[in-house]
Nanobody
């Protein structure tokens, strides 16, 4: 199983980034996929999750209205579009997958597979 996260970078406050999570080695269509952020000195926190099939989406309070999660079944990729980025959005972003119905979608322990992180910096 591989989850390959990419798309991080450095932007100014108010800027945008799109993160990608490319999956392989398991049945992508049957899994929910989430994005988590780990900021310095803080525990890893759930940011967004999309159900298998993409019909249900979950967002943390800080992500609502600014971030959008979507998936491409053909490419086996989940994207996190992040707009109006703020300094508090900085951190290493990880994608993760849980097989089947999304249970506790923003809880780290719910996930079966994890990718490596991609770093996001928001600074003027």
């Amino acid at each position: 199983v591989q989850l390959q996260a990419s798309g991080g970078g450095s932007v100014q406050p108010g800027g945008s980034l799109r993160l990608s999570c490319a999956a392989s080695g398991y049945t992508f269509a049957n899994s929910a996929v989430g994005w988590f952020r780990q900021s310095p000195g803080k525990p890893r926190e759930g940011v967004a999750c999309i159900s298998a099939g993409g019909s249900v989406k979950y967002y943390s309070e800080s992500a609502k209205g600014r971030f959008s999660i979507f998936r491409d079944e053909g490419d086996k990729t989940v994207y996190l579009q992040m707009n109006n980025l703020k300094p508090e959005d900085m951190g290493v972003y990880y994608c993760a997958a849980q097989v089947g119905v999304a249970v506790m979608p923003l809880l780290e322990a719910s996930y079966d597979y994890w990718g490596q992180g991609t770093e996001v910096t928001v600074s003027s």
